[in-house]
T-cell receptor, first 111, second 116 residues
Framework: SQQGEEDPQALSIQEGENATMNCSYKTSINNLQWYRQNSGRGLVHLILIRSNEREKHSGRLRVTLDTSKKSSSLLITASRAADTASYFCATDTSGTYKYIFGTGTRLKVLA | GAVVSQHPSRVICKSGTSVKIECRSLDFQATTMFWYRQFPKKSLMLMAT?????????EQGVEKDKFLINHASLTLSTLTVTSAHPEDSSFYIC????????????FGEGSWLTVV
């Protein structure tokens, strides 16, 4: 089953532009994580945000969480061609590390 | 840091045969591991929760007799795809938690299964 819906499904931008991806989920969460996946490869952990947090930063990444709207966003600033990948949100509703993934956003950054 | 290793990374098998995929936590003990399946250009779908020393818990719609999960030790869980069919071809990925590290979960590199 899918907990999160992400939009857009696909995003194509020019290098240097910002990319914003949104994740909406259905039930209350303990925490939410964002991952990157290059084609055919494993997952790379980006950021974890807990239910009592509203915003977190890591380098060029900014994640927000709005539990009242059951949504999160991932902003990548000053994008690079190397950021081309699929991005997934994943939610843990019970604090048991059982993560349910969103549908994902395929980002393409054009050089 | 903690590492989760999967083996094999790629496997090709014939229809009707069984294939086993291993998930190991290399430097921590994992009482719980999770198995996911991912079809090309799709998201990860949780298949089952692997519990050390007890039966796995399967998600709705996942056939437990087809996807056998064994978690016999605190560092190893195995997924066996029995009587494989071409539609079982997919990317299988496991994860394991490493308490008491908070909400840290570690994913393996994944295993590509192709059934011919």
């Amino acid at each position: 089953s899918q907990q999160g819906e992400e939009d857009p499904q696909a995003l194509s931008i020019q290098e240097g532009e910002n990319a914003t991806m949104n994740c909406s989920y259905k039930t209350s969460i303990n925490n939410l994580q964002w991952y990157r996946q290059n084609s055919g490869r494993g997952l790379v952990h980006l950021i974890l945000i807990r239910s009592n947090e509203r915003e977190k930063h890591s380098g060029r990444l900014r994640v927000t969480l709005d539990t009242s709207k059951k949504s999160s966003s991932l902003l990548i600033t000053a994008s690079r061609a190397a950021d081309t990948a699929s991005y997934f949100c994943a939610t843990d509703t019970s604090g048991t590390y059982k993560y349910i993934f969103g549908t994902g956003t395929r980002l393409k950054v054009l050089a | 840091g903690a590492v989760v290793s999967q083996h094999p990374s790629r496997v090709i098998c014939k229809s009707g045969t069984s294939v086993k995929i291993e998930c190991r936590s290399l430097d921590f003990q994992a009482t719980t591991m999770f198995w996911y399946r991912q079809f090309p250009k799709k998201s990860l779908m949780l298949m089952a929760t692997s519990n050390e020393g007890s039966k796995a818990t399967y998600e709705q719609g996942v056939e437990k007799d087809k996807f056998l999960i064994n978690h016999a030790s605190l560092t190893l869980s195995t997924l066996t795809v029995t009587s494989a069919h071409p539609e079982d071809s997919s990317f299988y990925i496991c994860s394991a938690s490493a308490p008491p590290s908070g909400n840290t979960i570690y994913f393996g590199e994944g295993s590509w299964l192709t059934v011919v």
